[in-house]
């Protein structure tokens, strides 16, 4: 994964509450304000009718200033990765649900309501009938976005927003990979790319908020209208407090998601808890939010409700006959022929092809063309962004390729022959390079190696560049870097694109 973090990132798996980092995760929570949450699940490749299981909760804890605010280690963020493959779910039902509904913590997510939907399914297919319904205060990273740029507040946001990577380059100047995340996360043991993927994915959440909290503070009066009751008031009741002219109209004024906030504050609440409810209200041993994020949680706090409808999986609402099974049969079936690779490729000599391999890699694969071309292979890419599936087949006949896609519907299409295209059915860019390449049996030689230029797929000049000849190339299209100036190294330029590389 391509990216940097000022401070090393703690990252501890928990994969049972007897482990020593069950009570370690329970400490973590009880003296953080801010958590970020993530979850990662087997991808599925077609519609199912369950949800899939949750293998994995990343938990991204930020302790509060007052623990030890000397030690610059004790308040550095820490990652939980819980293992729901290996943890009995009922034995961390009731802790989970009270860090969900916690007052006194802020949880952060990136649309992480379809995570909530899934991981509540697979809690209740493990024996915790109620599952999870809300998460609050809740922040999402979306929300972040928009409010660091002004969004105006309570507008619809747009069908297409920004991904988490978009937004951690905008604002952290971090490239996350995202290759991981389609990976099988219900495989055992969890590699360590794996388990770094999943703990920045939820760490970097704290790093956006943390610019969001700095932002607010400096706008200072950002918050100034937000109506808070005097330290004084706190243990009056609720009817006094209401009763007093200088805080009654403020009262009226808060939003009813705050309402709660202002019952807790009185001893009337925990008089009036049903036990059990103020036994897991001491679960965690929280305590009260800053100052500072309380303000923010009031301003800009959301939500996750989950209703009824969304706790099972949507049917397709699509209109018309219905199909009969054996078409619909006979379809797949021949989806997984063409699927499978059977015939010689294009550039077979018996077919009138010149022996050099080619393909073209479509949008879904695009990764896969770069990988194909550092080993030398001719891999083009679709010559428009979002290319109808008659011009991939085009292109690849006239220029006698094999389409490579992960796309299973591109393959019903009637006008498609069997060696023309082939379905990849690896997940990660190096696993599908090696699947291509014991597929087609392509034989790769030391002088293919770094042979094509990974940016257009043209090829590079017969002869090298040595370092004078590169700086007078590169004038006024690409910087070389200086410290490769007292190395005495070759440089390749691309015929197509003049694009420039060296070793290194």
């Known amino acids: 994964m391509d990216c940097t973090y000022r401070k090393p990132l703690k990252i501890h798996l928990v994969t049972s509450t007897e482990s020593p980092e069950f009570p370690h995760l329970a400490r973590a929570l009880s003296q953080s304000s801010l958590v970020g949450l993530d979850a990662e699940w087997k991808p599925q490749r077609s519609h199912q009718s369950n949800f899939p299981r949750v293998s994995l909760l990343q938990l991204a804890c930020q302790p509060r200033p007052r623990f030890n605010p000397e030690s610059d280690e004790s308040n550095a963020s820490v990652v939980f990765l819980l293992d729901l493959s290996s943890i009995p779910l009922p034995s961390i039902w009731e802790l989970l649900k009270e860090l969900f509904v916690s007052p006194d913590i802020l949880k952060l997510g990136f649309k992480f309501k379809q995570d909530l939907i899934y991981l509540s399914s697979t809690f209740c297919s493990q024996g915790c009938d109620i599952g999870f319904d809300r998460v ?253 599936p008659r011009e991939l087949i085009d292109q690849t006949s006239k220029e006698k390729r094999v389409l490579l896609t992960c796309d299973a519907k591109l393959l019903r299409h009637q006008y498609l022959i069997k060696n023309q295209i082939y379905r990849v059915k690896s997940l990660l860019k190096n696993q599908q390079l090696l699947e291509v390449i014991e597929t087609f049996q392509l034989k790769i030689s030391e002088d293919q190696l770094m042979s094509r230029c990974t940016k257009c797929n043209g090829r590079f000049i017969q002869k090298p560049l040595s370092t004078e000849e590169a700086v007078e190339a590169a004038k006024g299209f690409q910087r070389i870097p200086d410290c490769l100036f007292d190395k005495n190294l070759q440089f390749w330029q691309c015929m197509d694109c003049n694009q420039l590389y060296w070793e290194g």
């Not at 993927?197 to 939820?202: G, P, R, S, T, V």
């Not at 923010?296 to 009969?324: F, N, W």
């Open 136 to 388: 609050e205060p809740y922040l999402d990273i979306t929300s972040i976005y928009n409010h660091l740029h002004h969004k105006q507040l309570g507008r619809k946001l747009p069908k297409e927003t920004k991904s988490l990577a978009s937004i951690c380059k905008e604002l952290l100047d971090i490239s996350l990979s995202k290759e991981l995340q389609c990976s099988d996360w219900s495989n055992r043991p969890l590699t360590e790319g794996q388990k770094n993927y999943a703990a920045i994915d939820a760490h970097c959440l704290i790093e956006i908020f943390n610019i969001f909290q700095v932002k607010v503070a400096q706008k200072g009066n950002s918050c100034s209208s937000i109506s808070e009751l005097d330290s004084s008031n706190l243990d009056l009741g609720l009817k006094g407090i209401l009763e007093k002219p200088d805080i009654g109209n403020k009262t009226v004024r808060f939003k009813l998601c705050e309402a709660l906030d202002i019952i807790r504050a009185t001893s009337y609440y925990s008089q009036c808890l049903p036990e059990e409810v103020v036994s897991r209200v001491s679960y965690l041993n929280t305590m009260p939010m800053d100052e500072s994020l309380v303000k923010i949680v009031r301003k800009y706090g959301e939500k996750i409700l989950l209703r009824e409808c969304d706790k099972a999986p949507k049917t397709s609402k699509k209109k018309g006959r219905k199909q009969s099974s054996v078409i619909v049969d006979s379809r797949e079936k021949r989806s997984d022929d063409i699927g499978d690779w059977q015939g010689p490729p294009p550039w077979d000599f018996s077919l009138g092809g010149d022996g050099y391999p080619k393909f073209l890699c479509d949008v879904m694969v695009e990764g896969l063309a770069k990988h194909l071309r550092c080993v030398g292979i001719d891999a083009a890419t679709p010559r428009s962004k979002k290319p109808e």
